[in-house]
């Protein structure tokens, strides 16, 4: 029997990175999943990898009735919701509150936190007809210790999970609903292609080629892989983590105890390589880019 036996998931942004290895662990664990992505084409092909146990959502997170449809969706189609694990998301350019627009602001926070408190608020009803659940936010280490890529909205709405995780804890506790906070380090993902313009092709690709950077981000050298984190979120999903509530998870390699000093010039010269390589392998595969 697995570890998440009868259990019914929704994971947010599955089609891709992090939580796509949760989907994969997920399954290998025996739960039902509802991927929730706005990457259409994946969520299909995830439906046909694993045939009845997988259905998908195509759903924005930056909009309430999608999240509100996704979770009525585990409903419907597997009898209930025991789990969410929000960590779709995406990033932003814009680092300097100077250079931003109330829009800018208003799509950011809408991504990056009032999805999180979406994605809560509409689980609750199916939680409390189970008699509890688990809801696992995703946050990010670029809270609490700032890295010289990232985005003043990102680094703003993480640091707000790491504190609805707190207040929900709090708040859900009587129903017997956990809520959690993964605050993951460096990961090789797709994510980091959006930081230097590539197209989802490209970024895509790019992780494979992020692997020198990212060991030299943090005191374990090597990079942060999705399995790191799927074993988090299966732990915090289970009945092993019943009297765990309110909680920030660090899967980091380190990072919070010691970020190494890297200019961020460098690191965009990293990732702009990274890009180029992985143009000049879809180039050699015969695809534009
Ligand atoms: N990669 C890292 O180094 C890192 C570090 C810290 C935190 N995180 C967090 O981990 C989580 C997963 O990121 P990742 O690195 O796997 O990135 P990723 O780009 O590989 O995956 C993100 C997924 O979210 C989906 N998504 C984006 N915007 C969406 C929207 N509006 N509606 C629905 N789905 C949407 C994307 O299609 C994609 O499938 C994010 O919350 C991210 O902030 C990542």
């Known amino acids: 029997m697995g570890r998440l036996s009868g259990k019914v998931a929704v994971i947010t942004g599955g089609a891709s990175g992090i939580a796509y290895g949760a989907v994969e662990m997920y399954v290998d664990e025996g739960a039902k999943i509802v991927v929730a992505d706005i990457q259409a084409q994946k969520g299909a092909q995830l439906e046909r990898r694993f045939p009845g146990s997988v259905y998908f959502s195509a759903c924005d997170i930056r909009n309430e009735a999608d999240i509100a449809r996704t979770m009525a969706m585990a409903d419907e189609k597997f009898g209930g919701l025991d789990i969410v694990l929000h960590a779709a998301a995406s990033v932003d350019h814009k680092q300097k509150i100077a250079d931003l627009t109330a829009e800018d602001w ?33 946050s990010s280490a670029a809270a609490e210790n700032f890295s010289p890529a990232a985005s003043m909205v990102y680094v703003v709405c993480k640091g ?35 930081l230097v313009g590539a197209s989802r092709e490209v970024a895509d690709i790019m992780p494979a080629h992020l692997d020198e950077m990212m060991a030299g981000s943090q005191p374990l050298p ?51 390589q990274a890009k180029t390589q992985a143009e000049e392998e879809l180039r050699s595969m015969g695809k534009a880019t």
């Open 222 to 272: 090597r990079p942060g892989k999705p399995l790191d984190i799927a074993y988090a979120a299966t732990y915090l999903g289970s009945d092993e983590a019943g009297f765990v509530t309110g909680a920030q998870f660090a899967v980091d390699g380190g990072l919070s105890i010691f970020r190494p000093a890297v200019p961020k010039e460098k690191v965009m010269d990293y990732l702009q």
């Open 106 to 138: 208003d799509d950011g926070q809408a991504n990056l936190l009032r999805s999180h408190v979406m994605c809560i608020k509409h689980a609750i009803g199916p939680m409390q007809r189970r008699g509890g659940g688990s809801v696992i936010l995703v």
């Open 160 to 194: 707000g999970v790491l504190y609805l995780a707190r207040w929900a804890a709090f708040e859900l506790a009587g129903s017997n609903i956990r809520v959690n906070a993964i605050v993951p380090g460096a990961f090789a993902t797709s994510m980091w292609g959006q």
